[in-house]
């Protein structure tokens, strides 16, 4: 359904005729607060009033323009929390009044051989929240009920929107990775910090690489179970068996091959990344495996939210008021949050 703006900010809003949003026109890399109508929810979908998005790098890809084609004007954020408000006439999984999350797979055919084979994360047609669908940095949103989840009751709105991707796609990356020992992280922001604690209660050991110099992340690394903390051009002190590259920098990547044993894989768990620079064959040799993480599958999504609770998850958030959303994007892409951004709308000023 396409975005319609309403320009003159004097109208009274309501659910049934305006809300406000955070809207990127592709112009330049600014988000600007405005006046929309609130969509509505088709046969399949349901439509939720928002009550906390989280704010994703990949946010920050699609407004820097290092992601091509978004739907324009578009309405970003794919981490959403928020309350069923009404149903389209075929929704059976969701009633009213149910508070469900919202993930970056928005959408899939479910006839290709992807679909079919249990890699729905690989459909060519795929399509996803807040980039060809808009999204939760709004005070209302849309979402095909298949593509949603029942939250752990655990947690908080806030505390669960970073579940809905930094921790999805990180799930998937260390599951990827293996059952391994030791484990590194390059990149400590939202993902890693919520995967350090799910590697640890698996028992492995946790090593996290920062930006250099950046004593405060590696604190944070400590504080949150890693072994060992230190700048990501740094060696690790003994050889790792995986390395998870959640840092979107292609220079890392032969890093992390050095650092790893024989056998051992490196997993760049981006949707976008630097160009990868050139590298020996020496350091892939020896069976080591270097791959990608695409998107996410509804599998995972069941498997994490019922594993965070066990762990239990703590996931570490700064609050904005949804008009911030351009001082949330500046503090992330800036590498000073610890943890998740979150936006909150107007109606959940206050939300801790």
Wanted: with cysteine.
């Amino acid at each position: 359904m396409a975005l319609v703006l309403r320009r003159d900010a004097d109208k009274r809003r309501s659910r049934c005729n305006e809300m406000q949003a955070m809207v990127f026109s592709g112009v330049d890399s600014r988000l600007v607060l405005t006046d929309v109508v609130p969509p509505r929810a088709d046969n399949q979908q349901v439509l939720l009033r928002v009550h906390a998005c989280a704010v994703c790098r990949t946010d920050l890809h699609i407004v820097d323009s290092e992601l091509g084609s978004p739907k324009l004007p578009l309405i970003p954020g794919h981490e959403i929390v928020g309350v069923v408000v009404e149903k389209g006439a075929w929704v059976d999984r969701f009633a009213l009044g149910d508070r469900v999350g919202v993930p970056w797979l928005g959408w899939t055919c479910g006839v290709c051989e992807f679909c079919r084979t249990g890699r729905e994360n690989l459909c060519d047609v795929a399509r996803f929240t807040g980039y060809q669908i808009d999204g939760g940095f709004a005070e209302y949103a849309v979402a095909d009920q298949r593509y949603c989840f029942a939250l752990p009751v655990a947690y908080s709105d806030v505390e669960a929107a970073p579940l809905l991707c930094a921790g999805l796609i990180g799930y998937r990356a260390l599951r990827l990775a293996g059952d391994v020992r030791r484990l590194g992280l390059y990149g400590f922001g939202a993902a890693a910090h919520i995967i350090a604690q799910v590697a640890r209660y698996q028992g492995r050991e946790v090593y996290a690489f920062t930006r250099p110099g950046d004593a405060g992340a590696q604190q944070f690394a400590r504080n949150l179970g890693a072994g060992w903390a230190g700048g990501s051009d740094t060696a690790p002190p003994e050889p790792l068996d995986a390395a998870l590259i959640f840092a979107p920098i292609g220079a890392l990547v032969p890093l992390a091959l050095r650092a790893i044993v024989k056998g051992g894989t490196v997993v760049c768990a981006g949707i976008h990344m630097s160009d990868v620079p050139g590298f020996r064959y020496a350091d892939l040799w020896g069976e080591r495996t270097l791959r990608s993480v695409a998107n996410l599958t509804r599998e995972d999504g069941d498997e994490f939210l019922a594993l965070a609770p066990r762990v239990p998850v703590k996931t570490q958030t700064v609050s904005y008021p949804l008009a911030s959303g351009n001082e949330a994007l500046d503090a992330l892409r800036a590498g000073r949050i610890e943890g998740a951004a979150v936006l909150l709308p107007p109606h959940q000023a206050g939300t801790k």
